[in-house]
């Protein structure tokens, strides 16, 4: 998961609720936000409202059955019941709507958001909405959004069919008679407009036929609404005009503006135009059916976000996320809120506990049982060890734990203590006790002396397992222990073999170690052999768990990979060499202009490696300016200022300025089309330097194995972009080939192995190759083609040229130079067949460069 930043506006911004209506619906639906406890509540209360009209909502969620939802009045009721829980959820965190604007029988919701409905009255509204239409026996209806403006939507209408959606400026629903909605949609589609059928339980909504609905429902919602509240301005209509917002029907939330709902189109576009410009909006539904019509129809400032989503695996995951984005969009929610409520305790948890401060009076001397010999048995016990560096002291390995010139007691050793308290709680040996420790919070270390001794303290609640280590009367460590009788560890657990030695030898490992302020000695020196990052390592077993754990801890604690860079620094310090850090960002010109100049005044400049790189990965239709910004800014913009000014202040001494591109730019990488781009770029100023007769070189590189961005993470076995890892040796290797190259793009990778169709035949893959690149260039039968001509001829464009190589590479292991154009790739089949036989004996991982 990536890490997005972004600029946060200090103003207040209005949040405003768009509640939508039908088609929101699925099977499963407020299944996970039952996890919720505000959520919970509202739906169990509900439940009891249905109860009493034949509609179990317990069900509806606990099953999941689609058929259910096939029934109009469950359904209405479903999406109504969702909608006033997802409302109360939010009216918990603290979240109320500056406004509400709903779609069709989303006014309902609205209703109940703007106060003028009970959440019981909401959902019988929408179930007595959908009991009239299923039992008003009207003749089949049809709806279909189609791609036209509301007027020439209604120009163009038949008599018997009505325009009765406005979804947004090129977006209108229509309803009227199957039979006359089928002949209109066949209209359309001849004359190239889009057209789609809208799924409506076959009943023509909004349309001439609910008039025969109108009286039915009117009774039955006088019953429900007995006493009609005035409706605020924060409730926006969209059944009734503008031009009518102060009529007598458009005062009230009564029976009478609900039957206008079902009578009247929607006027949903014309609702939105009334969102504030730097509105946060909210679309409150069981699933966020309106998020694309809303991204048309809202201004650019607009924040829009949906609670639900119906293709997401957790849909209470899906609304926290959700209400992290309103906390980034300046929304502050009290998210204490959604965690049931603490048991209340006489102090604050974690309050220090008093044990530790309460001695004997030992002025007087009374035989009494030795301290190991004391067995606890109530619910608070303490221990206490004593820690003897003498000579003779089975302590004494504790000397070779040095930290910074001072011998520590090591952070394992209040553990192990710990654990050995337990075992004698409850009369075992420790070793033979699995335990698990959890919250461990080391507040400081213990300093221990050649000729010393220091007692250590160890409280356990014994109820809870929470423990506290302490020194004297200082607290050094707490946290919570468990004794389980076995731990469930996955199975297999087995060692990771290694094809190859581990390149670092002890002597390496805690060289890196010293220089970092670890003069580990004895038995604490336990890591025998360890890889180059330290994420494999061999630790002798001596038979102590402190010093076993706490060489387990080193590995994690001085993992190379994450500080890579300081272990090269620090390597050629040790050789010799002069070695400035800057801070500079040369993405700035300035600051560029000022890097250059202050390594002139050292030395003159011989080369610049560019290697910066930001990740920002998605797909294409959910990248925006910003994330495009990130990624350009290290790279592009870097390159740019660096091009710009070492032409005009070191054009004599600079014999390399290298860039490192990748292969999302070359081979193309699924939702790395910002980076790619930046790469693209990178490479066209290389090009440009070279024909001004400027050093330059741009080297695509694939996955880089040891350490970086592709070994953080993937992990030094991850396939990417159909690479596999390269080592650092062998680009290092590489990159003395690739300096010495005259172009100014090369690239090197290590081909993932690929996967074959097992015993196909070699005249099979020779067919499935043709028709594979027929195919990209839309030819049906493949037999119709002259063999003679170019695929440029054929209509091969550049996009579709990049489509057929990658095609090739990936699925049959061909591989085109960069260069290859459209005019020179014939689409003989004797030619492709010749080039898939000549590649079907290569198998296994290979370096490729270019």
Known sequence: MSLVMQRVSCEARPVWFVCSGMGVQWPGMARDMMRVPAFKQTMLQLADTLTGHGVDLCDIIASGEEKMLESTPVAFAAIAAVQVALIDVLRSLGIYG??????????????????????????????????????????????????????????????????ACHNSRDSVTISGPAASVDVFMAELRADDVFVREVASSGVAFHSHQMAQVAPKLKAALLNVIKHPKRRTAKWISTSIPESRWDSALAQLSSADYHVNNLVSPVLFQEGLTHVPDNAVVIEVASHCLLQAILRRSLNDGTTIIGLQNRREEDNTRFFLASIGKCYVSGVNPATCKLRPSAPHFPVLQGTAMLGSLISWDHSQTWAVPAQDEFIITNGMGECKFEIDLSATS?????????????????????????????????????????????????????????????????????????????????????????????????????????????????????????????????????????????????????????????????????????????????EWRNLGVKVEVSKMDASLEAQARQLIDTTQQVAPLGGIFHLAAVLRDGLFENQTAETFSEVNKPKMATAFNLDLVTRDTCATSLDWFVVFSSVSCGRGIAGQTNYGYANSTMERICERRQRDGFPALAIQ????????????????????????????????????????????????????????SGGASTQDSQVDLIHAVANILGVKDVATLNAELTLGELGLDSLMGVEVRQTLERDFDLSLSMTTSAAEMRCSRRTLAARATRHEATTGRRIETC
């Open 394 to 570: 089975p302590d004494l390995y504790l000397l070779g734990h040095v930290i910074d010139g001072r011998v520590l007691f090591p952070a394992t050793g209040y553990l192990v203590l710990v654990w050995r308290a337990l075992a004698k709680m409850r009369r075992q040996l420790y070793e033979s006790m699995a335990v698990e420790f959890n919250d461990i919070d080391i507040q400081r270390a213990t300093v221990i002396h050649a000729d010393g001794k220091v007692t250590i303290a160890v409280n356990i609640m014994q109820a809870t397992g929470d423990f506290q280590v302490t020194e004297g009367k200082t607290l050094v460590a707490r946290g919570r222990i468990t004794a389980h009788a076995s731990l469930d560890i996955p199975e297999p657990l087995k060692l990771k073999g290694h094809g190859e030695p581990l390149p670092l030898c002890a002597d390496d490992v805690y060289k890196e170690m010293r220089m970092r302020g670890y003069d580990y000695s004895g038995e604490f020196q336990a890591i025998v052999a360890a890889s180059l990052d330290l994420s494999d390592a061999k630790v002798a077993w001596t038979g102590n768990w402190v010093q076993f754990v706490d060489n387990m801890m080193q590995q994690i604690l001085t993992s190379m990979y994450t500080r890579y860079q300081q272990y090269r620094l620090a």
């Open 98 to 163: 500056d406004g509400f604007v709903g779609h069709s029988v989303g006014e309902l919701a609205c209703a109940y958001a703007d106060g003028c409905l009970s959440a019981e009255q909401t959902v019988l509204c929408a179930y007595w909405r959908g009991k009239c239409v299923s039992e008003a026996k009207l003749p089949a209806g049809k709806m279909a959004a189609i791609g036209l403006t509301w007027e020439e939507t209604r120009r163009r209408c038949p008599a018997d069919i009505v325009a």
């Open 701 to 756: 590189w694939g996955a880089i194995g040891d350490v970086g961005v592709a070994r953080s993470l993937g992990g030094k076995d991850a396939v990417i972009g159909g690479t596999q890892p390269q080592r650092i040796t062998s680009c290092m290797q590489t990159m003395d080939v690739l300096l010495n190259q005259p172009f100014p793009v090369v690239s090197s990778f290590v081909l993932a192995e690929k996967h074959g």
